[in-house]
T-cell receptor, first 113, second 109 residues
Framework: DSGVTQTPKHLITATGQRVTLRCSPR?????VYWYQQSLDQGLQFLIQ???????AKGNILERFSAQQFPDLHSELNLSSLELGDSALYFC????????????FGPGTRLTVL | EDQVTQSPEALRLQEGESSSLNCSYT??????LFWYRQDPGKGPEFLFT???AGEEKEKERLKATLTKKESFLHITAPKPEDSATYLC??????????FGTGTSLTVIP
C-alpha cells in the first residue's frame, strides 16, 4: 500500500459525458501527479500540482482539467468523453518536486461506451 | 522529440538466470531517469532514480546503471516474485516525463 488513495476504482460512462476522478496523496506529500495508461500508448504524464499550484503540464487534452485543493487532495475532470479516453488513470504523490520519488495510487479504470 | 525505448518487450527467464533490461533514451536535457516495477492491475512502484552518466544503484537483486544514451536494469539470480513489467521513464529539463512501454519479465520456477 503506497498511501495514495484514488476513487472510484472503476467508472463506466457514455461518450459525451463528464466525470471526476479523485486522489488523496500520502500524508506530508505536497505534489500530486496525474497519468493516463492505455494499452496502445503506455503511461503518459498529464499534469503536476505542487501545494495547490500547477507546476508542470504534459500531454493533457483541453477537455481534461485538474486542480489541487487546500487539503492537498486533487481531482481530475474529464469532459466530452470519447471512446479513446478509456484507460487507467493513475495519481501519484511526492514530497516536493519532479525528481522526488513518486508513490502511485491503485488507479481508476475508466470505460467509455 | 524526446523518447524512450525499452527492450526486449518480453523476457522469460529460469529462476536464477541473470539478465539485463535495456532502456534507450533520446532527451533534450536529462534531469533524471527512473525505473519502476508494475504488477498487473496495480500502480507502478518506484525502484531507482539515476541522475547522471556513470551512476549506479542497487537494491536486492536489482542494479541500475546509466550512460549518456541508455540505462540497464540488471537482474541477478531472479526469483518468480520478480515477475512484473519494468518501466523506464525520463524527466527532461522542460519538466516533461516520457515513459517507455515496458519489459514484461516472467521468471519460471
Amino acid at each position: 500500500d503506497s498511501g495514495v488513495t484514488q476513487t472510484p476504482k472503476h467508472l463506466i460512462t457514455a461518450t459525451g459525458q463528464r466525470v471526476t476522478l479523485r486522489c488523496s496523496p500520502r500524508s506530508g506529500d505536497l505534489s500530486v501527479y496525474w497519468y493516463q495508461q492505455s494499452l496502445d500508448q503506455g503511461l503518459q504524464f498529464l499534469i503536476q500540482y505542487y501545494n495547490g499550484e500547477e507546476r508542470a503540464k504534459g500531454n493533457i487534452l483541453e477537455r481534461f482539467s485538474a486542480q489541487q485543493f487546500p487539503d492537498l487532495h486533487s481531482e481530475l475532470n474529464l469532459s466530452s468523453l470519447e471512446l479513446g479516453d478509456s484507460a487507467l488513470y493513475f495519481c501519484a504523490s511526492s514530497v516536493t518536486g519532479l525528481t522526488d520519488t513518486q508513490y502511485f495510487g491503485p488507479g481508476t479504470r475508466l470505460t467509455v461506451l | 522529440e524526446d523518447q524512450v525505448t525499452q527492450s526486449p518487450e518480453a523476457l522469460r527467464l529460469q529462476e536464477g538466470e541473470s539478465s539485463s533490461l535495456n532502456c534507450s533514451y533520446t532527451v533534450s536535457g536529462l534531469r533524471g531517469l527512473f525505473w519502476y516495477r508494475q504488477d498487473p492491475g496495480k500502480g507502478p512502484e518506484f525502484l531507482f532514480t539515476l541522475y547522471s552518466a556513470g551512476e549506479e544503484k542497487e537494491k536486492e537483486r536489482l542494479k541500475a546503471t546509466l550512460t549518456k544514451k541508455e540505462s540497464f536494469l540488471h537482474i541477478t539470480a531472479p526469483k518468480p516474485e520478480d515477475s512484473a513489467t519494468y518501466l523506464c521513464a525520463v524527466l527532461n529539463t522542460g519538466n516533461q516525463f516520457y515513459f517507455g512501454t515496458g519489459t514484461s519479465l516472467t521468471v519460471i520456477p
